[in-house]
Structure formats: structure tokens, C-alpha cells
């Protein structure tokens, strides 16, 4: 399989990416006009939230095709999977 | 005063943030790509890391100046800063 | 299947949950003793990160046998299963 | 100054951490029991929120009062005050 697990929602994620990368070029132009830092750490929390939407976007495509069929198809590969699936959850609770 | 409290580190958090709209661009490109999701959610983990260290900066030069500046003179004033900030840091801390 | 997914690791946890649970009421005694702010702080960090070690092993198990069962079942189970657990993964990222 | 920061709260504090303990000890019953990973997941993810309530109540009042009675009187303390702080809000932010 080529295709990624995230193939079918592809196009929201680029579009949320767009505009992740918007609020980040915003978030410079406010410390560059030197905005109150409050402000500014506001938008740095909304862009921290918009980014954990696309990881777990990304994660449940992930577990709904390319982990459900490594299992369905069994043997080793679908440990590699789930273990792989796992430390990336766990890098994302930690992070 | 008119400067914010991250004035002296202005700069450097120009810098970091033209690194993230990198990074962010980046994961752009990995999702066009159609790259791993695996691979796109640990460069999803580094890009939370990296935007958290710039409002863990942002945080700590407005406490030292802000903050203390308005503890300093006292009054109403200071209460209000001291609430902005533990709001601020909440909103960190849950996000 | 009656048995959790955490069936074979039920020990470990319940070993690590008591060991939280004497945490806990550590932390209170640091408050009764009125320890200062900062070692609390400390402290509630480490029952924090300790309940979070729990939650991701728990997690692990139940991938690697609940939701790994119904979706090689497949069926509609297998969609509730892998809706839930991306649910609770979810309610982890955000707490 | 002996009293901590959170001396006022110190009462509500302590009912918390009561309130804290009985829930993990509720997390090592469910466990026992065999319940439900998902619903011991949710349970553990509302003790992590609890003791996330706890820290931010430490943080506030120890900011209002230990921080800021220590950058009114100026000198090396305040510094060393406004550190310590620092350290403790991204110890939490990454926990």
C-alpha cells in the first residue's frame, strides 16, 4: 500500500497546515511590532491547539487503515504497527 | 513603558519562529507528499516542542519585567498582572 | 471476552496505582506540613507524569488486544472500537 | 516569612488531595476489578486534570505572595524567586 492512512482527509489537513503556517507568520509580525506578551502567548495556545487537531486527525486515519489493516492482516507487521502507533501517542501526550 | 517584556530576546524569538513557519511549512510538504503518518506526527511532536520553548521565553522575560515592574509599584495593578499570568499559564498548561 | 486488554499487565498497574496513591498522600502532607510552594509543585509533576505512565500502558493493552480483536473481527465493532480509542487518546493530548 | 505562599487555601488544598487520593484508590479498584480500559482511561484522565487544578491553585498563590513579596523587596531573591518560577510553570507546561 502507497497511500497513506490520511489519504481520504488529505486536502483538510494540507488546508489546516496552511493555516497553521498563517498563525505562525502572525505570531511573528506580533512579536515583531513588539504586541503585549499576553497576546501574544494567547495566539501561541491557539496555534499549539490547532496543531494537536491535525496530529490527532493524522492519528486516527493512521489507526482506522494502516494500523486496523496491518491487524487484520496479522503476523508481525501488525506489532511493528501497534507498537509504532503507541510511541507516537505517547510522544504527543508528552509533548 | 511601550517595550514588552521580551524585548531584550526579541531577536532570538524572531528567530525561532521563522524556524517553526519552517518546520510548518515542511509538514505541508510531507502531507502533499504523502509521506509516513507516522513520520508527519513525530515532526507534529517537534514543531509543539519547539512553540512551546517560545512561550516558555516569552513567559519567563514577562514575569521578570511585567510582572515584577507592576509588583514593584504595587496597587491594583499588580493584581491584574499577576491574574493575566497565572491565566496565561493555565491556558499553557491545558493546551 | 470478559478479560480487560490490560489482563496480563493487571499487577504492574495496581503496583504503580498504589504507589500513586502514597504520592497523593505525600502531597497532602507536604500542604498540612505547609512544605514550600515549589517543592509541592514538584511533586504533583511526578504524580502527574506517574498517572500518565499508567494511562499510556493501559492504552498499549488495549490496542494490542481489545481494539486489535474487533477490528481483525471487523464489522461495525471494529469502527466503535477504534472511534473510542482515538476518543480517549484525545481526552489524554488535551488533559 | 514561614507560611507558604498557599496558606490561605491551604484548607481547600488539603480537601482536594483528599478528594484526589480517594480517586486513585478508585482507579486501583477498577483495575482490580477488571473494568473497562477505556472508562479506567477517562477516570485516570479526570485525576490527571484534578492534580493539573491543584498545581495551578499552588502556582497562583505562590506567585501572588512568595514571587511577588520577594520582587518588592528586590535584590538577588527576587531573581532567584522569578527562576525558580520559571522552572516549576515548565515542568508543568511539559508534564
Redesign the interface.
Known amino acids: 500500500m502507497?497511500?497513506?492512512?490520511?489519504?481520504d482527509s488529505?486536502d483538510a489537513?494540507?488546508k489546516r497546515?496552511?493555516r497553521?503556517?498563517g498563525q505562525?507568520?502572525g505570531?511573528?509580525r506580533m512579536?515583531?511590532d513588539?504586541?503585549?506578551?499576553?497576546d501574544?502567548?494567547?495566539q501561541?495556545?491557539a496555534?499549539?491547539?490547532a496543531?494537536?487537531a491535525?496530529?490527532?486527525g493524522?492519528?486516527?486515519?493512521?489507526?482506522?487503515h494502516?494500523?486496523?489493516n496491518a491487524?487484520?492482516a496479522?503476523g508481525e507487521e501488525?506489532d511493528v504497527k501497534?507498537r509504532?502507533?503507541?510511541d507516537?501517542?505517547?510522544?504527543?501526550?508528552?509533548?
Open positions: 502507497t497511500a497513506p492512512g490520511y489519504a488529505k489537513q494540507l497546515l496552511r497553521i503556517e505562525v507568520r505570531l511573528h512579536v515583531e513588539e504586541k503585549y506578551c499576553i501574544v502567548l494567547t501561541v495556545s496555534v499549539t491547539k496543531l494537536q491535525v496530529a490527532l493524522l492519528l486516527d486515519e493512521h489507526m482506522a494502516c494500523v486496523a491487524v487484520a496479522g501488525a501497534l509504532e502507533a503507541s507516537a501517542i505517547a510522544r504527543l501526550v508528552r509533548s
